[in-house]
Structures are given as structure tokens and as C-alpha cells.
């Protein structure tokens, strides 16, 4: 499988501390990758150096033909990369629309000309927008499409979560990086939210998802592949079977986390 994110020796000092040591980690199309580790291992850290919103000290991002190393978050969207964060940035007091609208932004034309003189073209685009929401959103649940215009503090815990993943999908990324999207949710939601993402992938086949949780179940269920961080450096690579029954993982990680 040819790689579409492929970070090699990828280094993130915060003054002395090392949060990245030399990492090599690789995605392939429409893989789902499980990372996993110790809280402080390195995973959000990762995620923000790739996404642009750390710089790396050292090492290499591409993502296919694109150098993404030391680009900004709005280069690195445009280059068809999005995330959700764990802990929610969603504005509660905004509609669903508005949430999820900003992960479309750099689809629309904001210029001055355009506001001024081009508010046909303009409001077309923002109609094909209302549009995939409601689609999106439906594929989730019909409730939310139902409420595309209600305040998001109105939706429950796991509608949230969705309306998160949503706001990343919008922008038709071709990787998806999930931060512990089961934070903050019971142990049922967290099962019907990945029964959601499973049967979205199935209609995906091509999207890639790097996927950070502390449920191993989840893990177990939606990876193709698992790594493992602790400390910032890579210390397993392969099979969830694999890595439950790696000694070194378990004593970093399962010990304490089982």
C-alpha cells in the first residue's frame, strides 16, 4: 500500500523536553490507523505538528506529492487534511450550520470583489454547502439534519461529537484525524458512534483515518493497524492481536490502562 501521509524522523522539543523523537509514521489510502499510548505520550502532539499547529523541530511531513512540513493549518486543509480536537470546540450558542460551515470556509470566495459584485456566485456556493450538511449530518442522524439551523447546546453529547465530525468531513478531506472522539461519552455512545463511523467508511472506502483513543475496544474495532507511542518514540507497530500481547506495550500502557 502506497503511503499517503508519510512523516519520517519527525522531532518536536519544548525546550528540553523531547515531545516527538524522530517518529517515523505512515498512512496508507483508506487505512485506519489506531494510535494509541500513555496520556503524554506524544499522540495530540503528533496531530498538531501534521495539521501545522506546532512546527516541527525536525524531520519530514508529505502527504502524497506535498511537502506539508512547517505549513500553516489552512495550507495543510487545503492540501485535503482535517481533525476534530478532544476536547469540543464547537460554539454552543451557533447553529449546527455554523459549526459545521467552518469547515467549508476555504471553499468559499470571501474577497471584497466578491462580496460586493459576485452575490449570486456566492450565495450558490453557500447553498451547495447547506446542502452537504443536511446530507452529512442525515448520514449520522436525521435528527440533527432535522435541526441543521438549532443552537448545537441544544443536541446531546454524542450529536455533538457527530456535528464534530461532520464540521471535519465537510471540507471532503482525504485523511481524518480523530482526537479521542469518545471523550466524555458513555460506554454505549461510544459504540454508536463508532457504528456510525464504521458505516460511514464502508461509503469512504478511500478516506484515511488516524484514530487516537483509550478505548481498546474501539481500537479493536475500527483499526487496520495500531501504533503505539510512549514518550514520543514509536514502541509498536502492527496488529491489534499484536499489540495486546507485546510485552513492552504492556507495561508502558495496558497495565495501567486495563
Known amino acids: 500500500m502506497s503511503a499517503l501521509l508519510s512523516c519520517s524522523g519527525l522531532t518536536m522539543r519544548f525546550g528540553g523536553l523531547v515531545a516527538l523523537d524522530a517518529l517515523d509514521f505512515t498512512v496508507g489510502k483508506g487505512e485506519t490507523v489506531g494510535l494509541v499510548g500513555p496520556?503524554?505520550?506524544g499522540k495530540t502532539t503528533f496531530f498538531n505538528v501534521v495539521t501545522g499547529l506546532y512546527r516541527a523541530s525536525a524531520g519530514a511531513v508529505r502527504f502524497e506529492a506535498a511537502d506539508l512540513f512547517a505549513r500553516s493549518p489552512q495550507q495543510v486543509g487545503r492540501a485535503g487534511i482535517a481533525r476534530t480536537f478532544q476536547r469540543s470546540r464547537l460554539m454552543l450558542d451557533q447553529s449546527v450550520f455554523d459549526n459545521i460551515a467552518m469547515g467549508a470556509l476555504g471553499r468559499l470566495d470571501l474577497g471584497l470583489l466578491s462580496s460586493?459584485?459576485?452575490r449570486r456566485k456566492f450565495r450558490g456556493e453557500l447553498e451547495t454547502i447547506v446542502e452537504e450538511a443536511r446530507a452529512l449530518t442525515q448520514r449520522f442522524n436525521p435528527a440533527i439534519a432535522a435541526g441543521l439551523f438549532q443552537?448545537?447546546?441544544t443536541f446531546t453529547m454524542i450529536d455533538r461529537r457527530r456535528i464534530e465530525i461532520c464540521r471535519a468531513l465537510i471540507g471532503a478531506p482525504r485523511l481524518l484525524l480523530l482526537d479521542e472522539p469518545s471523550a466524555g461519552m458513555t460506554h454505549e455512545e461510544t459504540r454508536r458512534l463508532m457504528d456510525?463511523?464504521?458505516a460511514f467508511r464502508e461509503e469512504m472506502p478511500d478516506l484515511a483515518v488516524v484514530l487516537v483513543e483509550h478505548e481498546m475496544d474501539v481500537i479493536r474495532r475500527v483499526s487496520d493497524r495500531c501504533v503505539v507511542l510512549n514518550f514520543g518514540r514509536?514502541?509498536?507497530?502492527g496488529p491489534f492481536e499484536a499489540?495486546?500481547?507485546d510485552q513492552e506495550v504492556q507495561a508502558a500502557y495496558l497495565g495501567s490502562a486495563q
Open 116 to 118: 460586493l459584485f459576485r
Open 39 to 41: 496520556n503524554g505520550s
Open 151 to 153: 443552537p448545537v447546546g
Open 234 to 237: 514509536k514502541i509498536f507497530e
Open 196 to 198: 456510525d463511523l464504521l
Open 243 to 245: 499489540l495486546i500481547a
